[in-house]
């Protein structure tokens, strides 16, 4: 008798069909490729049915959760919320909206932070069948910007400190101009002020105030509220200087700090840096500036990605540069780049005019610092505006401070004219040699009177050709010795 397709086999059958079918390789097989994939994946996977039941968890959701599979399987994730196993599962959200749901859960057994998202998977009934949880650690990725926050924070304190220190430093420093000459200089430095004007260079003997000037155009401009960051580009190493101005990234090199570190440029952010002494700055890092000062970005020692800043860039040096890019010292490009806008600040010997005010300014400015009441007279002012000062202002500010600090008497005449006459040099030609028994550098004294008659010519002559025939020698030859002088 044939067997009709309405035939059903009888339980006992039916059963070892399926056990059968259960133990054929391909279900085996299939089987264990599902295991592989979910066990092998680095992020937390649960997997419940329609009720809410526990049908199995991968051994990345035991870490994360700090639970054993065999103690929640089969279990209702319900339940396990009872328990205070959880505070919240994403499984319900599932199964009460019937849509995919994401949560952010903290495990308080392991301290982890996890993002969860539930999926629905739904039966030929349109119910849903299982629900796929992926759990993602998002402990380390917190951290991380919890501490670039802090770092954020800290710029920004950075910043602010930077911008208060400016204003107090340029609220208790003027540029005196009583002269023509820095009147000039003055008047063509607030234009550029005012017009945001970037890459300006700075020309100026030490002493003549390079960097009082480079705040100046800062506090007249518009970004007078944003940071002035000011580097000494002589003052450090190739490879400290190149990480104090680009910053560097965490093990960039030994010794550098776990957190790394933010450059000055990036403290600069709509502000102004000072590369002060830029003459001497290293070759190689020079190439590095160049790329800044073309597309605004660099970076960080160490680092791959690309940092954006904007700010003014205002350089300052007592060197020839010319004549080191002529000796290859120099990047030409750079020098170029650098001096869209060119102030040169004459030495104070050739602006007589503003030693009265600069000795008024300073006599005050100590006076209030050190609670004394001196003075000077017009006679030794007339004596000041006579002297040389190799050193320029800062020669003649570190002479007030002096009086001011170390003179017994309310009158600083004394012991300023005893400060000039230490080192000054007659300013017209005839040396008149020392009565006293000390023996005479002869070879220091030429050059000392070298020197001042060079200083003479300058204030008669506009041109080294005129000081030529002033000094009765040859163009180069006055060149030359200018250069050999510092003049």
């Known amino acids: 008798m044939k067997k009709t397709n309405d035939d059903k086999l009888p339980a006992p059958e039916s059963e070892a069909f399926e056990i059968s079918a259960r133990e054929s390789d391909s279900y085996k097989k299939l089987n264990r490729q599902l295991n592989t994939i979910i066990n092998a994946s680095s992020d937390g996977i649960w997997v ?30 319900s339940q396990l919320l009872e328990n205070k196993s959880f505070d ?67 710029t920004e304190k950075f910043k602010e400190e930077l911008s208060e220190l400016t204003l107090r430093e340029l609220q208790s420093n003027t540029i005196i101009a009583e002269s023509a000459e820095m009147k000039h200089i003055l008047q063509k430095s607030l234009k550029l002020a005012q017009l945001g004007a970037s890459n300006i260079l700075i020309l100026g003997a030490s002493g003549t105030g390079k960097g009082l000037l480079a705040k100046s155009i800062h506090k007249n401009s518009q970004r007078r509220e944003n940071p002035f960051v000011e580097i000494n580009c002589a003052a450090l190493p190739e490879s400290l200087l190149e990480a104090e101005l680009f910053g560097y990234e965490k093990g960039a090199f030994t010794g550098a700090a776990d957190s790394g570190k933010v450059g000055l ?60 890019v002529k000796n290859n010292k120099f990047r030409e490009d750079l020098f170029y780049r650098l001096s869209s806008f060119t102030l040169e600040i ?51 500010k570190n002479i007030i401070e002096n009086g001011v600090v170390l003179s017994e008497e309310e009158t600083l005449d004394r012991f300023l004219l005893a400060s000039i006459d230490k080192t000054n040099v007659p300013l017209i030609p005839g040396y008149k040699l020392s009565t006293s028994s000390k023996q005479i550098d002869l070879g220091d004294t030429l050059n000392k009177v070298e020197k001042q008659l060079l200083i003479e010519a300058k204030q008669h002559c506009r041109t080294t050709r005129e000081m030529s025939t002033f000094l009765n020698i040859s163009q180069p030859s006055v060149v030359r010795k200018l250069r050999k002088h510092g003049l």
Request: proline share 3%.
């Open 48 to 77: 419940c049915d329609g009720d809410g039941m526990i049908v199995t968890i991968n051994g990345a959701s035991e870490a994360l959760n700090g639970i054993r599979s065999k103690d929640v399987i089969g279990k209702n994730i």
């Open 88 to 154: 919240l599962s994403v499984s319900t959200k599932v199964l009460a909206s019937g849509r995919r749901e994401t949560i952010v859960q903290h495990i308080e057994k392991t301290n982890r932070l996890l993002l969860c998202t539930g999926t629905p998977a739904w039966d030929e009934n349109g119910k849903i069948a299982l629900i796929v949880v992926n759990e993602r650690d998002l402990t380390e990725l917190e951290a991380l910007r919890n501490k670039f926050q802090e770092s954020k924070k800290l």
């Open 265 to 324: 440029f990036e403290l600069a952010q709509g502000g102004t840096i000072f590369l002060d002494e830029i003459g001497d700055m290293p070759v190689s890092l020079q190439t590095k500036l160049l790329k800044y000062l073309d597309d605004k970005q660099f970076r960080r020692l160490g680092g791959t990605k690309s940092i954006k800043v904007e700010c003014v860039t205002i350089a300052a040096t007592n060197r020839d540069l010319q004549d080191r």
């Open 346 to 396: 004459p030495p104070l010997s050739e602006r007589r005019d503003d030693i009265p005010g600069l000795v008024r300014f300073y006599l005050k400015k100590y006076n209030e610092k050190y609670s004394r009441s001196t003075h000077i007279s017009s006679g030794t002012v007339s004596s000041l505006q006579n002297y040389s000062f190799p050193g320029n202002t800062r020669e003649l």
